[in-house]
């Protein structure tokens, strides 16, 4: 069974920063991929930015060179850097897990809102 649990959203002002991050516990088989995802209403989830337990990274284009993801595997704690917030970044953010990462597949955290004021 793997857990995830977010914390680090709120509300910030455009061009602000917030970090986020999320603590998983569990198989450690299964946390090989760990990742942001985001969704605002009626649209679908899309990934915001994922690293493997090697620290291989990957970004959104509509976030490169301004969020950072990274990880501790020490701590099984995933960050979430994010600068130069823009008012399209606001949405609920998802931590999620996997193996690699797939929508139908992935282990979910609660989730937790982001809201960038312009």
């Known amino acids: 069974q793997v857990q995830l649990v977010e914390s680090g959203g709120g509300l910030v002002q455009a061009g602000g920063s917030l970090r986020l991050s999320c603590v998983a516990s569990g198989s450690m088989f299964s946390l090989n991929t760990i990742g942001w995802y985001r969704q605002t209403p009626g649209k679908p989830r899309e990934l915001v930015a994922s690293?493997?337990?090697?620290?291989?990274?990957n970004y959104a284009d509509s976030v490169k060179g301004r969020f950072s993801i990274s990880r501790d595997n020490a701590k099984n704690t995933v960050y979430l850097q994010m600068n130069s917030l823009k008012p399209e970044d606001t949405a609920v953010y998802y931590c999620a897990a996997g193996i690699i990462l797939n929508l139908d597949r992935n282990y979910w955290g609660q989730g937790t809102q982001v809201t960038v004021s312009s």
């Open positions: 690293i493997t337990r090697g620290g291989t990274t």
